[in-house]
């Protein structure tokens, strides 16, 4: 783990940095405020700070009160050197954003214990960050197929609609389902369903445009939203979309599997409601299964 070593005295920032890389850190050594500051504005910034109180150019508690300034999600835990003893400096470096504060002359032992305190003070706010992450993950995305979940992928469609009123513009939405998906299961097993889902999802992100979605309706069904699109058959993207659809080829078991997909499209320009638009692109999903499947009907 990296950390910043902010003192202007040479001899105390080398003997600083010795300890500390005897802990398993990787030291970053400035000798100023300025310099401290620039450290912590780097991409990936060091996720513990040591700073002196009095440095030039820049106070370590004004380096400290900028950082905390940011507001950043992940913040670094920031501790504060100085020969100051009073309860009142004490307390305006709290105030300042620092979450320790060590006195010189300082113990070894004690700079070891409190830098260790932030160390686990760091990996812990790691870890609830990437819970947090996985819940906001998880709370989007089908667990499955990786594509957006239903509730998601209509709360966009809403939104493309809502943008494509105010800037006249248009949306499509094309309705996908997986012809005869069910004897797939049934012959080869929900395994291989679950492989042939993985792989369709796959094939549509990998031809859809950068502001295109798309995510799972449910079952083998999954909705496509296509913002600056009318949703017209001189349009090629649905029609593109199928055909890559009917080259996917899953082997299970040593056995081949191919599949194509019905598809049912409706565009608005914003003027018609989520339910209107997925009900005309469910009508036109039905058709294209009663002309034979594995084609494109526009509603």
Request: net charge neutral; with cysteine.
């Amino acid at each position: 783990m990296q950390i910043l070593i902010a003192e202007d005295d040479l001899t105390s920032r080398t003997i600083l940095a010795a300890i500390l890389q005897k802990l398993g850190f990787d030291p970053i050594e400035v000798g100023d405020g300025g310099a401290a500051w620039a450290a912590m504005q780097q991409p990936l910034p060091p996720g513990l700070a040591i700073l002196d109180w009095e440095m030039p150019g820049m106070s370590g508690i004004e380096v400290c009160r900028k950082i905390r300034e940011q507001n950043s999600a992940n913040p670094p835990y920031i501790i504060i050197l100085t020969a100051r003893q009073a309860k009142a400096d004490i307390v305006n470096g709290l105030e300042a954003g620092a979450n320790d504060y060590i006195t010189k002359p300082y113990d070894n032992d004690e700079l070891r214990a409190r830098v260790q305190v932030g160390r686990r003070m760091v990996d812990l706010q790691a870890e609830l960050i990437a819970a947090k992450d996985a819940l906001a993950h998880e709370a989007m995305y089908d667990s499955l197929t990786g594509a957006l979940n239903r509730r998601v992928i209509l709360e966009t469609l809403d939104k493309e609609l809502k943008r494509a009123k105010r800037g006249k513009t248009s949306v499509s939405i094309g309705l996908f389902d997986i012809d005869h998906f069910k004897k797939v299961n049934d012959v080869y097993g929900h395994q291989a369903g679950d492989e042939v889902l993985c792989k369709f999802v796959r094939t549509i992100q990998s031809n859809l445009r950068n502001y295109d979605y798309v995510g799972r309706y449910g079952g083998e069904e999954f909705l496509v939203v296509a913002p600056d699109s009318t949703g017209t058959p001189n349009e090629s993207l649905y029609e593109r979309l199928r055909i890559q659809i009917a080259r996917i080829s899953t082997v299970v078991r040593g056995v081949r599997i191919n599949i194509t997909a019905s598809v049912g499209v409706a565009g608005s320009n914003g003027s018609t409601t989520v339910e209107t638009l997925v009900a005309a692109a469910d009508a036109a999903l039905y058709r294209a299964k009663d002309e034979g499947r594995n084609r494109v009907v526009y509603k």
